[in-house]
């Protein structure tokens, strides 16, 4: 079932400008709009909360049109990257004050005692938010929204301002929520990590337009165009030619490549963790290059190596210790054909 749909919405707002965005998110899913800072994210989200109308489009909960309907009457729950608690309240209030307006105040403690007791947030009920660290603050701001049974959850960057322990247990959180609740939730970051760890589906925006929307493997494997794979972080992307069944990027790089029907493939991507050392005879998509380059990281080391092309490989510390490699070292490799893309 479609719970929010976005048709070809448009808005220019200071100095961001959303076009012609359509999307649609059904209930129960996870859906992460995923793109650098500054593309529009945010200003989508507060047109679908209601905090701003759009200059064309449309915007539709459960098929009904809430274009012009005020943002309290859409029953979403919307948690700011800075949280947006009340200061001046405590901990307790700041949950039940949407709480009250929508359910007796029987009901509103009964609510708020038990998500609570889910979020382990019950000992702070009688804090004030400038008492409590940022996961805490988190934890009440989304108590607050969670309280009032919103049909969809609207998170604009929640996670941009924890420290990363911070950041990998709301995450975790995050994740047990949307379990346990069956939560429809919306999700802006530019954080890609971030995007791989909670979504189900995904939406690229990029200078602002949706670029591409499917669910987190699709997006995440099979980026359709060059923006997409850039951002996604994919490090080898490789300039070339499609020619009788093979993509030629120039005399050392040459890969099989599937059929292709009134497609112009102009470059072939493939991650720098699915390229493999050595190779085995008859195996396809070897190569020899040299070594121009390695970067210690801490859980990884990145190689560069010279074909013409960059070619980038990311080994384990592990992986490289069996290697005597320095630069300028000549190397065997080889890249799995389910590993390749083309664009």
């Not at 791989?196 to 990029?206: N, P």
Request: glycine share 8%; net charge negative; charged share 20%.
């Amino acid at each position: 079932m479609v719970v929010l749909k976005v048709a070809n919405v448009s808005k220019r707002l200071g100095d961001f400008t959303i076009n012609n965005i359509n999307l649609e998110v059904d209930r129960g899913q996870y859906f992460v709009i995923l793109g650098p800072s500054g593309t529009g994210k945010t200003v989508l989200l507060e047109i679908i909360a209601g905090f701003h109308h759009p200059d064309k489009g449309r915007v539709y909960l459960f098929d009904k049109d809430i274009t012009r309907l005020p943002a309290e009457a859409r029953k979403m729950g919307f948690v700011y990257q800075d949280y947006m608690l009340f200061p001046h309240m405590t901990v307790k209030d700041n949950i039940l004050f949407g709480a009250k307006k929508c359910f007796p105040l029987s009901d509103a403690l009964d609510k708020m005692m038990r998500l609570v007791d889910i979020l382990g947030i019950g000992h702070l009920l009688d804090r004030f938010p400038l008492t409590l660290s940022g996961g805490e603050q988190q934890r009440v701001a989304l108590a607050r929204v969670l309280i009032i049974e919103p049909t969809i959850l609207l998170l604009d960057e929640p996670l941009s301002s924890l420290d990363p322990n911070s950041k990998e247990t709301l995450q975790m959180e995050l994740k047990r929520i949307h379990e346990k609740f069956d939560t429809t939730i919306l999700h802006i970051t530019h954080d890609f990590n971030e995007a791989m760890s909670l979504a189900t589906h995904v939406g690229v925006m990029i200078d602002g337009t949706l670029a591409q929307t499917g669910t987190a493997d699709e997006v995440f494997s099979h980026p359709n165009n060059l923006d997409v794979a850039s951002f996604l972080g994919i490090e080898n992307i490789i300039p070339g030619q499609y020619v009788d069944g093979t993509f030629k990027c120039n005399e050392k790089l040459i890969f099989p490549a599937p059929p292709v029907n009134n497609q112009n493939l102009s470059y072939i991507y493939f991650l720098s963790k699915d390229v493999r050392l050595g190779c085995q005879p008859g195996s396809s998509n070897c190569f020899h290059g040299v070594v121009a380059g390695i970067s210690f990281q801490k859980d990884f080391v990145n190689l560069s190596i010279d074909m013409g092309h960059q070619v980038k490989i990311k080994l384990s510390h592990r992986e490289f210790n069996d290697y005597p490699l320095t630069c300028g070292s000549n190397i065997d490799f080889h890249i799995p054909a389910s590993s390749l893309g083309f664009i």
